[in-house]
């Protein structure tokens, strides 16, 4: 972990205007969208408010979208020349997964914070210890989209790649069960796509695994994912991000 | 007996090729050792081995087969203890930086953060410090890459096509700082297919094609070699030349042709310097280092027209090199 390279490289990526209000403030909008429709915040959904709800999943989708945009940048960098000129210094490749993370992680802190900072100027409630659990599990699950951000980068080798991933995000963020409540077959479908693991584990404090279904008529009939689904979806999905990213790796040095 | 600089000892390099089943040798069978202080020129066509025998010396490849010695030491450690730097090829700054955020970003990594002035000055970059990477141009963008490779005080710099895609002018500037490096005792060894850089810059030239060392010797040989000029020239007489004869007012007929061509020639054989003279029908061809002269006496004298001179293509050059080794 290099503290200047941490520094000078969060000040570009936060500089870069038009990637900033897409990762930092469409989120917000969105949630602001979304989560004023939910009435007067007195609708109370498991250990919180329907505000906490949809902030929750705008923070999710906000923070995925930080780890995967640096991951996949970094990428990229490296496979045109970045690497290269790094490889006449002292930092090691650890050294810069290291450093990467961290600015990564530091980002998707500014856009999930961001979103909590709107929610609660604007009527979200719930327990403190709510909002701390929700906030740690949403920024640190992030992290799971910057092993997805990395296998995109390295399967695609263009700038494009980032564009592709963070489109790519969105429906995923629709099948993660981030923007409309799924049932039924779709539910069933999103249940294996890697959005959805790190949206319920994110929501656990609120939720504790309850899924919201428009469909019946009493929160007591609501589908549940139990824990251990979730955390096996996290845990298969960083195996197939990172197993991609790794081959594709091997790949393109033995072609060099 | 003092440590050469860079050992290379029967260095291969095989790649897959992209097609599949096929081995492409990259490089075939390179044996060289540079002493400290030299500045070696390893001139050579696009796709010669010249890049991928560099990469092995700054350890970004490992050979095949054969053994590359930097400083006495392996070329990852002498990379990273900061004793080899390089200026790669074309590409390879991140956008969004600034010329200086670049140049303390690279000297946080080296951990040199009091030398970020006086690289920036020592290179010229002053002027254009709060510029985006982006927005410099490719010779502006090749000095900020050399400011990076100063940083750790090396003493083997590398340089991997460093003006390849400059303009003339930029070329120039580049070697111009590279100048002041040079003079203060630094080993340096360059890639470049062109052969005015290799001409003006390093004493020593080793000429790389088809991942082999066609020659390896002091650039004064190559450039007496090489130095020739050719001039040609329509001699008046011919209906080409008609036009220009008329001007002279030699008044040289048709008939008179041939007696006058010998005539020419054996003027032009005359001037120092020349050392072959022919005639392709109206043409004549003159080759030797005297390219002024014989222009002069063409032009004047011998109301000749439709005047060329021609400089040594590469491939003329290595022609001359290859046939001069072989005749060892």
């Known amino acids: 972990m290099n503290f200047t390279y941490f520094r000078i490289d969060l000040l570009r990526q936060l500089r870069d205007i038009g990637n900033t209000a897409i990762i930092i403030g469409l989120p917000v909008i969105m949630y602001l969208v979304f989560g004023s429709t939910g009435g007067s915040g007195d609708q109370v959904v498991g ?20 780890t995967t945009s640096i991951a996949g940048i970094a990428a990229i960098e490296r496979i045109q020349g970045w690497g290269r000129q790094l490889a006449l210094t002292p930092m090691t490749s650890t050294g810069f997964v290291v450093t990467k993370v961290t600015v990564a992680l530091t980002y998707s802190f500014f856009a999930a914070g961001a979103v909590f900072i709107a929610g609660a100027l604007t009527g979200a409630e719930g327990s403190a210890s709510v909002w701390i659990r929700s906030f740690l599990l949403v920024w640190l699950t992030s992290g799971l989209f910057a092993l997805f951000g990395l296998a995109i980068a390295q399967l695609f080798k263009s700038e494009s790649a980032v564009s592709i991933a963070t489109a790519g995000l969105v429906l995923l ?12 077959t779709m539910l069933n479908v999103a249940r294996f796509t890697p959005m959805y693991g790190i949206s319920g584990l994110a929501r656990w404090p609120q939720m504790h695994g309850a899924i919201i279904d428009n469909t019946v008529a009493s929160m007591a009939e609501w589908p549940h994912d139990s824990l251990w689904a979730l955390i096996l979806n996290v845990l298969v999905w960083a195996l197939i991000f990172g197993g991609i990213a790794t081959l594709a790796v091997t790949r393109s040095r033995k072609r060099q | 007996m003092n440590t050469p600089a860079i050992k290379l000892t029967d260095l291969h390099k095989e790649f897959a090729s992209r097609s599949g089943s096929g081995v492409v040798k990259a490089v075939d069978g390179i044996d060289v050792t540079i002493n400290a202080g030299e500045i070696v020129a390893f001139l050579g066509p696009n796709g010669a081995g010249k890049t991928t025998t560099l990469d092995m010396v700054l350890g970004f ?10 400083l006495g030491t392996s070329p990852r450690k002498a990379v990273s203890h900061g004793h080899v730097s390089a200026v ?22 080296h951990k040199v953060p009091e030398r970020v002035n006086d690289v920036i000055e020592r290179t010229g970059l002053t002027e254009i410090k709060d510029r985006k990477t982006q927005l410099c141009s490719g010779g502006e963008q090749q000095r900020l890459k050399f400011a990076l490779a100063l940083l750790p005080q090396p003493e083997i710099l590398v340089l991997d096509e460093p003006t390849a895609g400059m303009d003339a002018g930029a070329r120039r500037e580049f070697w111009g700082t590279m100048r002041q490096e040079a003079s203060q005792g630094k080993t340096i060894i360059f890639a470049t297919h062109y052969l005015e850089e290799a001409q003006e810059f390093a004493p020593r030239t080793v000429l790389v094609d088809g991942g082999k060392i066609r020659a390896d010797r002091p650039t004064d040989e190559l450039r007496t070699l090489v130095g020739d000029r050719v001039v040609s020239a329509t001699l008046p007489g011919s209906g080409a030349g008609a036009d220009g004869a008329d001007v002279d007012g030699a008044g040289v007929d048709g008939a008179d042709a041939g007696s006058s061509y010998t005539e020419a020639t054996s ?6 310097g020349v050392r072959e003279v022919r005639m392709e029908g109206d043409r004549v061809i003159v080759e030797g280092s005297a390219s002024d002269a014989v222009a002069r006496l063409l032009l004047t004298d011998l109301g000749a027209s439709e005047l060329e001179v021609s400089s040594p293509s590469l491939e003329s050059a290595f022609f001359a090199l290859t046939q001069g080794q072989e005749a060892h």
């Open chain 2, 267 to 272: 003027r032009i054989a005359a001037v120092d």
């Open chain 2, 61 to 70: 490849t490992e050979p095949t087969q054969g053994t590359v010695e930097v």
């Open chain 2, 88 to 109: 790669l090829q074309t590409g390879g700054l991140l956008h969004g930086l600034t010329v200086e955020e670049t140049v303390k970003l690279i000297a946080g990594l």
């Open chain 1, 47 to 66: 250990s919180a408010n329907e505000q906490f709800y949809v902030m929750v999943s705008m923070a999710v989708y906000g923070a995925a979208m930080a």
């Open chain 1, 173 to 184: 963020s629709f099948l993660g069960n981030l923007f409309v409540p799924l049932s039924g």
